[in-house]
C-alpha cells in the first residue's frame, strides 16, 4: 500500500492518504483491515475512502466525515482510475473545518494521483 504520511495539515487537524489496487469491496475491506493494524491509523478519526470498480460500480465510505468519500469518489472518476482504493485519513485537531474539510480531502487525494507509482499519467483535477 502505497503512502504519504503527512500531506496538510489544518487548524491541528492531520491527514494523510493511502492507497493500493483492489477490484471490490471485500478486496477494499481487507486493504483498510491493513491499513489499520497500524495503532496510528486505527486511532484516527476518520478513514474515508472510495474505489472505483472497473464494472462500472462506485464503491465509499465516510467514516464519519459526511461527504469525503463522495469527494474521493468523484476524483477517481475524473482520473479515470479503476480498481484503485484511496484511503483519505483524518486525525481530529480540535476545531471544527466546515467546507475546508473538503479541500484538504482534494489535497490529499491529488498529493496521492501526483505521488503513486504504476498510475497512469494523468495530472490531478481539481473538483
Given at each position: 500500500?502505497?503512502?504519504?504520511?503527512?500531506?496538510?495539515?489544518?487548524?491541528?487537524?492531520?491527514?494523510?492518504?493511502?492507497?493500493?489496487?483492489?477490484?471490490?469491496?471485500?478486496?477494499?475491506?481487507?486493504?483498510?483491515?491493513?491499513?489499520?493494524?497500524?495503532?496510528r491509523?486505527?486511532?484516527?478519526?476518520?478513514?474515508?475512502?472510495?474505489l472505483?470498480?472497473?464494472?462500472?460500480?462506485?464503491?465509499?465510505?465516510?467514516?464519519?466525515?459526511?461527504?469525503?468519500?463522495?469527494?474521493?469518489?468523484?476524483?477517481?472518476?475524473?482520473?479515470?482510475?479503476?480498481?484503485?482504493?484511496?484511503?483519505?485519513?483524518?486525525?481530529?485537531?480540535?476545531?471544527?473545518?466546515?467546507?475546508?474539510?473538503?479541500?484538504?480531502?482534494?489535497?490529499?487525494?491529488?498529493?496521492?494521483?501526483?505521488?503513486?507509482?504504476?498510475?497512469?499519467?494523468?495530472?490531478?483535477?481539481?473538483?
Amino acid at each position: 500500500m502505497f503512502q504519504i504520511a503527512h500531506v496538510v495539515s489544518d487548524r491541528g487537524s492531520k491527514y494523510a492518504v493511502s492507497g493500493a489496487p483492489a477490484r471490490s469491496k471485500s478486496e477494499a475491506l481487507a486493504l483498510i483491515k491493513v491499513l489499520k493494524r497500524n495503532k496510528r491509523f486505527a486511532k484516527a478519526t476518520h478513514n474515508t475512502w472510495a474505489l472505483l470498480c472497473s464494472d462500472g460500480s462506485p464503491i465509499k465510505n465516510d467514516d464519519g466525515e459526511s461527504g469525503a468519500g463522495a469527494i474521493i469518489l468523484r476524483m477517481l472518476e475524473r482520473a479515470d482510475l479503476m480498481d484503485h482504493l484511496i484511503v483519505v485519513t483524518r486525525w481530529y485537531g480540535g476545531t471544527h473545518l466546515g467546507g475546508d474539510r473538503f479541500r484538504r480531502v482534494q489535497d490529499c487525494v491529488n498529493a496521492y494521483l501526483s505521488e503513486a507509482p504504476d498510475l497512469p499519467s494523468k495530472a490531478p483535477e481539481q473538483t
